[in-house]
């Protein structure tokens, strides 16, 4: 586990079961980051699988908690549910040893629909737990303009669902915020009652530089939505939220990730 910074610093520690993710979204700020910035391949077509992790994480907890509250975010630079996950079960391992060992609060980040496979250990955390759920419009023909390989909007949706049915604490991530249409509000209200609003500007942790040097905003002058990219965007989708939602409901940007 690394130590919480920047953008996280409201977290003791930010844990990352994958180095690299095969979800490969264009606007991912990771892709400014050394740890890609050095590698002589694609986002997107590596992953290094950080094995034997799970009984490091159980000593971590162990030793951090002598110092204060131990907080973490999975994950701060990959997907804990991607792909990958079916096969090697790293984040499994990891939600299992912290039933043994639970940190003060974990915030687990993904944006698929395999986090439910987890329901089990998710439940013993309880309210230590928060599953907070990426779904950044509700077009999917947005999500396959902006992340194709990412997983399909109404799978997220109907997994979100499930979660808070188990009674597991989850929100929504409108993050990076995308063009999506006024009833996306409407179509969360039975799904859950917590929602994070964040766009490329504030999220990145840098302030919209790593995004900017993506060129991100060509990928929406491609389909005339430049209207979207725009500081003052955010604002007039909060207060679309805001006809449905309460403002306890409704958290921006960093807020809304802190424990």
């Known amino acids: 586990m690394n130590k919480g910074s920047g953008f996280l610093t409201g ?32 986002w997107g077509t590596w992953i290094d699988i950080k094995t034997d992790i799970a009984m490091r994480v159980k000593k971590e907890i162990q030793n951090g908690r002598k110092r204060g509250p131990v907080t973490i975010f999975m994950a701060s630079s990959t997907d804990p549910y991607q792909p990958i996950e ?10 299992e040893v912290m039933v043994e060992e639970p940190p003060d609060f974990l ?11 987890d329901i089990d250990l998710l439940k013993k955390l309880g309210n230590r737990v928060r599953v907070s759920m990426t779904i950044e419009t509700d077009r999917d023909e947005i999500r396959r303009h902006f992340a194709p390989q990412a997983p399909p909007i109404q799978g997220r949706i ?8 188990e009674g597991i ?40 530089k790593r ?14 939505m430049e209207r979207w990219y725009q ?8 207060n679309r939220f805001l006809q449905h939602f ?10 809304g990730f802190l424990p």
């Open 11 to 42: 977290y003791s520690h930010t844990l990352n079961p994958y180095t690299g993710c095969s979800f490969a979204c264009s606007y991912c700020y990771v892709r400014e980051m050394p740890v890609q910035r050095f590698r002589n391949k694609d």
């Open 211 to 224: 995004t900017e040097r993506l060129n991100i905003q060509n990928l929406f002058f491609d389909i005339q």
């Open 231 to 238: 500081k003052d965007t955010i604002d007039k989708v909060y």
């Open 86 to 95: 079916h096969r090697e079960r790293i984040t499994r391992s990891i939600l």
């Open 158 to 165: 109907k997994a979100l669902k499930r979660l808070s049915e």
């Open 107 to 117: 915030l687990v980040q993904t944006r698929s629909a395999l986090v439910t496979r």
């Open 169 to 208: 604490p989850t929100q929504v991530a409108v993050a990076p915020l995308l063009p999506s249409s006024r009833s996306f509000p409407e179509q969360l209200l039975d799904v859950v009652d917590r929602v994070c609003i964040d766009d490329f500007f504030m999220g990145d942790g840098s302030g919209g």
């Open 246 to 255: 309460s403002k306890e409901q409704l958290y921006l940007s960093q807020d």
